[in-house]
């Protein structure tokens, strides 16, 4: 079976610190990749989605950056965070070329002070 | 711009009784839509999805109702538990090689 696995968990990191979180997926080959981000009591917003390696498309300007290493290794970065960076950030993997549903992680509670 | 929206924010209902978290979308192009739970501090979690070339799709005590013209979804939840108690969020996706665009969510809260 697919899992999906997104760490840590929780985070705390200042202003200006360098940030990165990554995800992996096991039991599937070439998914999709998406990281959103979901702010206190709001929905979900799409960050990037990347369709295979190296293959990283941006929905929104911001002060991050995507990465996909590897087919199942998902990362999320910054080089300097700032507070409005902080937020519920969930990776999720569907399978490619199909209108299916999105697997999501648990989730990263990063907080900026 | 086009997006997916929930009518109501906030739902409470009591246990045993059925709830209706409704849905609106603009995007005509969408041809799938999912509807997701999401416990506090947790990921969102699958629970039913609906292609746009059916009206109404039945899993455990979910039903998801599609109506086109009006560009409107809803879940309906039989007899609700205490369990059921999360965030509702509708999703919709445009076609292959497009990611799932949410709607802002619906708190349902079920009362003893």
């Known amino acids: 079976s697919q899992t999906i696995h997104q760490w840590p968990a929780t985070l705390v990191q200042p202003v200006g610190s360098p940030l990165s979180l990554e995800c992996t997926v096991e039991?599937?080959?070439?998914?999709?990749l998406y990281w959103y981000r979901q702010a206190a009591g709001r929905g979900l917003q799409l960050l990037f989605y990347?369709?295979?390696?190296?293959?990283i498309s941006s929905e929104v300007p911001q002060n991050l950056s995507a990465s996909r290493p590897q087919d199942r290794q998902f990362i999320l970065s910054s080089k300097k965070l700032l507070l409005s960076d902080s937020g519920f950030y969930l990776c999720?993997?569907?399978?490619?070329?199909?209108?299916?549903?999105?697997?999501f992680g648990q989730g990263t509670r990063l907080t900026v002070v | 711009g086009e997006s997916v929206g929930l009518h109501l924010p906030t739902l409470s209902v009591q246990e045993g009784d059925n709830s209706i978290i409704n849905c609106a979308y603009s995007?005509?192009?969408?041809?799938?839509f999912i509807w997701y739970k999401q416990e506090s501090g947790k990921g969102p979690q699958f629970i039913i999805d609906?292609?746009?070339?059916?009206d109404k799709r039945q899993g455990q005590r979910v039903t998801v109702l599609l109506n086109k013209t009006v560009k409107h979804l809803s879940l309906q939840i039989a007899a609700t538990q205490p369990g059921d108690s999360a965030v509702y969020f509708c999703?919709?996706?445009?076609?292959?090689?497009?990611?799932?665009?949410f709607g802002k969510g619906t708190s349902l809260l079920v009362t003893p």
């Open positions: 999720a993997w569907s399978v490619t070329g199909a209108d299916t549903e999105a697997f």
């Open positions: 039991g599937t080959s070439n998914p999709n």
């Open positions: 990347s369709v295979g390696i190296g293959q």
């Open positions: 995007n005509s192009a969408s041809d799938y």
């Open positions: 609906i292609r746009s070339n059916m």
């Open positions: 999703a919709e996706n445009r076609g292959s090689g497009y990611a799932l665009n």
